[in-house]
């Protein structure tokens, strides 16, 4: 893995560029709009290993190369019998790694964010989106559950909003995405990049070691009775006072109070 983005040559049906504290995982399949397949899965838990190994990185941004950030399983992959039951376990557990990583993961968004796509982008802590970007779980479609996206879309957009989408398989639009609070941005293809390095400097300026609790928090909201929720947040906010962050903060306003 190179430091310097622009020498990495992007190699593997995912790839993962690092620069500083950012790293960029890249859904690379662009000539099928970054359909999934085994080798996307396992190229996917070995750019996670690398994640998950570099405490210097503190930010995540998952996209996709070509036009589409992703349209979602291999059609192909899959009437050829190459995806079985074992795919659909091996591409969730991803998914609930990439969604329980300490580091922010922001999802960069244009063309086709469609099942397991939409998938991948719900498991990230943010959504920013180019306004061709359409979103959609058309699994039953072909016969098929949307995956865990069964689990985490009512958690997004609401119970009533998430049957619809899951039983009608309807695509909807970026705006319309950004409305339901599917989507956190939605700016003009060319504003993509810089949005995202724009937010993610901003979440950067924060203590990584708070981030990281509440972000934990946050995410066991909804399965988690309040005394249970309450006692890890106790526990949680324990280590975070005594964290080089939080010391560091504090003198950083004593100063200024000076």
Not at 55 to 62: D, L, M, T, Y
Not at 140 to 168: D, N, S, Y
Not at 219 to 234: C, I, P, Q, T
Request: charged share 25%.
């Amino acid at each position: 893995m190179e430091d310097n983005a622009a020498a990495a040559a992007p190699s593997g049906a995912v790839y993962l560029n690092k620069r500083g504290h950012i790293a960029e995982l890249v859904m690379n399949r662009p000539e099928i709009l970054n359909a999934e397949n085994w080798q996307m899965a396992h190229d996917f838990h070995a750019a996670l290993d690398q994640i998950e190994k570099s405490a210097e990185i503190r930010a995540v941004i998952v996209t996709g190369a070509g036009r589409s950030f992703s349209s979602g399983i291999d059609l192909k992959a899959l009437s050829t019998g190459e995806i079985q039951i074992d795919w659909f376990r091996s591409f969730d557990l991803a998914m609930r790694r990439l969604e329980q990583l300490d580091a922010l993961t922001v999802a960069k968004m244009r063309g086709y964010a469609l099942g397991g796509g939409l998938q991948i982008a719900m498991a990230c802590d943010l959504r920013v989106a180019a306004a061709d970007t359409k979103v959609g779980l058309p699994a039953v479609m072909e016969a098929l559950i949307p995956g865990m996206g069964t689990f985490r879309l009512p958690r997004f957009i609401g119970l009533g909003r998430a049957r619809r989408m899951v039983l009608t398989g309807e695509l909807i639009g970026a705006e319309e995405a950004l409305r339901i609070g599917l989507l956190d941005w939605v700016v003009a293809e060319e504003k993509l990049g810089e949005t995202v390095e724009s937010v993610i400097a901003s979440v950067l300026k924060g203590s990584p070691s708070a981030q990281a609790f509440s972000k934990k928090l946050v995410s066991a909201a909804f399965e988690s009775d309040f005394d249970s929720a309450f006692e890890k947040y106790l526990d949680y906010q324990q280590r975070a006072i005594t964290t080089e962050d939080h010391r560091r903060a504090m003198a950083e306003y004593r100063n200024r109070k000076k």
